[in-house]
């Protein structure tokens, strides 16, 4: 069988199996087993599929028929134009979160040498998109959880700026050693009946309790204490999410203003408060 025809092949089982963006997947999947670029893939279209590999492709199309993203079965995803590697300990970086990023490097450039905090790091997405753009910026990036961290490590020593990003393990801001000029935060904020029970990412990284806030809620108490004055915070909020939020960091007395962006589809995403 020669590679278009395994494309083919799994397209059409993808798509059987109501799977979205059917041909992307395919790609991804028979690239991943092929360890090819998109280039390579089409410049070999005609070769033949290696048959000592039937047996994995098969075994991947099962495991993504089954609900499993192609992020945790490949071990990949693009963010920022960076390649990040995964695992189920991490959730899935989201295009939408670029908005945050952007920001955040928009605000950082009136710094000469800015501190910058990514709380819930989590694959270490923002952080590293931020140091990879930011030479002369110093990092915190902080999880709850030991085992994320060691994802986010994975990907600081991939994008070599290990050394300017030092990972800590605990709450929100209490581990923070220094106040930071830049407080970005992608936190969980999925209301809890919201969340998909066959939902492959860690519940953790999604769960924001009844309403989707409580994380979002206990990171404004600790704000105060961890920015410096003209400081930013910038959080990633979900649909219809705004006006609490909004509410929440007006009623912090140091918030001067605050600003709401949009993402790609219009829903107010990033939500940037500055501090005096
Ligand atoms: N954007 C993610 C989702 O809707 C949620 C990410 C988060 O809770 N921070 O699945």
């Known amino acids: ?67 499993e993203p192609s992020a945790y079965i490949t071990n990949h995803k693009e963010f920022y134009g960076l390649h990040f590697y995964l695992n189920s300990d991490v959730l899935i970086p989201r295009p939408e979160t670029e908005h945050l990023v952007e920001k955040a490097l928009s605000l950082a450039q009136q710094y000469e040498h800015p501190v910058i905090a990514d709380i819930g790091t989590g694959s270490g997405a923002i952080a590293i998109s931020l140091a990879t753009s930011l030479p002369s910026a110093k990092f915190f990036a902080v999880d709850i959880s030991f085992d994320t961290l060691k994802i986010a490590d994975i990907n600081c020593h991939r994008h070599k700026v290990h050394e300017r990003i ?24 999925v209301k809890k009946e919201d969340i998909h029970a066959d939902s492959c990412e860690p519940r953790p990284a999604l769960d924001g309790g009844e309403d989707g806030l409580d994380v979002i809620r206990l990171l404004c108490q600790q704000v105060e204490a ?8 910038l959080l990633e909020i979900g649909l219809g999410q705004k006006d609490s939020v909004v509410g929440m960091l007006k009623e912090i007395d140091s918030v001067k203003d605050i600003e709401v962006i949009p993402d790609l589809s219009g829903i107010d995403r990033i939500i940037c408060a500055s501090f005096i």
Not at 25 to 40: A, F, G, K, P, T
Not at 226 to 233: P, Q, S, T, V
Request: charged share 25%; with cysteine; proline share 4%.
């Open 1 to 67: 069988m020669i590679i278009r025809d395994c494309l083919n092949k799994t397209f059409h089982i993808l798509t059987e199996n109501s799977i979205d963006d059917a041909w992307l997947e395919s790609e991804v999947l028979v690239r991943h087993i092929l360890n090819y670029d998109r280039v390579m893939l089409y410049q070999n279209i005609e070769q033949k599929f290696p048959s000592d590999k039937l047996s994995s492709l098969e075994s991947v199309i099962n495991r993504r028929i089954k609900g």
């Open 226 to 233: 961890k920015i410096n004055i003209g400081g930013h915070l």
């Open 166 to 189: 030092s990972l800590l393990c605990g709450n929100l801001l209490e581990p923070l050693p220094v106040k930071a000029d830049i407080i970005a935060a992608n936190l969980p904020y």
